[in-house]
Each structure stands twice: as structure tokens, then as C-alpha cells.
């Protein structure tokens, strides 16, 4: 498995922004999808978006327009822009990678960071 450090999490007025980072580090052959998912207590954790190592993007119906997720392959980093943001995007953000430590090695997929808390609140 890969290490995958989140950061940029924090309180945030409605209607602010931030800029979570997510690094992923250790025995790393090749990571195709990276992706944002949050949770809130009692909820299951759901996808918020997604990138692929071609850059294709995909989004929740709930963030499209506001938040935007890049990478940096060449860092094995993957970023999320979160604008506009809004008491209902208050949840812990976790980062996940697919990824395989050898050419031959399987695709593992439950690579996850620590996650960090966005709270959203005036």
C-alpha cells in the first residue's frame, strides 16, 4: 500500500474557499485514479470527485461548479479547489489512490490518508 498524506483542511466562512493537498508516497509503480471522498458522522462516505492519470474529471452533482480537482503526476499529488463553500460541505475529506508497487503487481484500492476536517460555519 501507498502512504497518502491530506492536508489544507480548516474552518472556513460560507462562501470561502480552500485547497486541500494530498501526496502519496512509498513503493509506487503507477497510480491511475486519485479521488476525494468526505464523510459526516453517521453517514456513509461518498465520493466527491475524481481524476483519472489522463486527467479526465468527474464530480458529485452536490460540489459540480464549485470544486475542482487536479493532479501532478509527476509528484503522485492530487489537489481539490473548494469554492463557494457551504455549511452542507462540512464533512472529513479523505483522499484515495489506486495504485500498484510493481508492473506485474495487482491494482490495490484501498489506499486511504488520515483525512482532515473542513468545517464550514459563520
Known amino acids: 500500500h501507498v502512504q497518502l498524506v491530506e492536508s489544507g483542511g480548516g474552518l472556513v466562512q460560507p462562501g470561502g474557499s480552500l485547497r486541500l493537498s494530498c501526496a502519496a508516497s512509498?513503493?509506487?509503480?503507477?497510480?491511475?485514479?486519485m479521488a476525494w471522498y468526505r464523510q459526516t458522522p453517521g453517514k456513509q462516505r461518498e465520493l466527491v470527485a475524481s481524476?483519472?492519470?489522463?486527467?479526465?474529471?468527474n464530480y458529485a452533482d452536490s460540489v459540480k461548479g464549485r470544486f475542482t480537482i487536479s493532479r501532478d503526476n509527476a509528484k503522485n499529488t492530487v489537489y481539490l479547489q473548494m469554492n463557494s463553500l457551504k455549511p452542507e460541505d462540512t464533512a472529513v475529506y479523505y483522499c484515495?489512490?489506486?495504485?500498484?508497487?510493481?508492473?506485474?503487481?495487482?491494482?490495490?484500492?484501498?489506499?486511504w490518508g488520515q483525512g482532515t476536517q473542513v468545517t464550514v460555519s459563520s
Open positions: 481524476v483519472t492519470s489522463g486527467g479526465s474529471t
Open positions: 512509498g513503493k509506487i509503480f503507477s497510480i491511475r485514479t
Open positions: 484515495n489512490a489506486e495504485s500498484k508497487s510493481t508492473a506485474w503487481a495487482r491494482w490495490q484500492y484501498d489506499n
